[in-house]
């Protein structure tokens, strides 16, 4: 059996899991999120824990079972505590600022580039080298982040770019180098 599967999931406080036909919706203090699974798995909720079983040890059951776990599991960590991914930029007048909700870097382009937050993603910029996005979605969070860190992607001789925070960029050494 899938170890990541059968181990249950604790609902906090605050928490409620419903489950009807292969979608299980979860409702906590920041929000509301909608996890669609197989409709060959069932999901019971007892004792504030979320159990996942699947009906027997075919492929694809068992596919689907730990994927199923991670998605609640992700969903309630989301609506009670929330994800956030941080961002640094580093490079001579490589920056960013907030205008009103959207987020507008400057990156060595000849224009800014304005980045939009979908629905329910939060980007936050405390200094001009640092941005924060968060949200309740894990995948969107991470979405998100990785659209922002595509726009200037870490240069492999400078280091110069965006880039995840505590990310390492090993710095290949040139022309120079070869002499």
Do not use: W
């Not at 999120?33 to 694809?60: C, F, K, W, Y």
């Not at 060595?108 to 939009?116: L, R, Y």
């Not at 937050?117 to 990785?146: F, H």
């Amino acid at each position: 059996m899938s170890r990541i599967g059968r181990s249950p999931v604790k609902l906090p406080k605050g928490v409620d899991l419903t489950v009807r036909e292969g979608h299980v919706t979860v409702k906590g203090p920041k929000g509301t999120l909608e996890v669609v699974i197989s409709s060959r798995l069932t999901v019971t909720v007892e004792n504030g824990e979320a159990v996942v079983a699947r009906p027997s040890d075919h492929r694809n059951d068992r596919a689907q079972h730990g994927l199923a776990r991670s998605l609640i599991a992700n969903a309630v960590t989301g609506v009670s505590e929330g994800f956030s991914k941080n961002l640094e930029i580093q490079g001579v007048g490589y920056r960013c600022a907030m205008k009103g909700t959207n987020l507008e870097l400057a990156l060595g382009f000849s224009h800014p580039v304005v980045i939009e937050p979908p629905a329910g993603i939060t980007i936050v910029a405390p200094e001009p080298t640092k941005i924060t996005v968060s949200g309740i979605d894990k995948q969107l969070v991470g979405q998100v982040a990785a659209n922002i860190r595509a726009v200037r992607s870490p240069d492999s001789y400078h280091g110069k770019g965006v880039r995840y925070q505590g990310e390492f960029v090993k710095l290949k050494p040139g022309k120079a180098a070869a002499r």
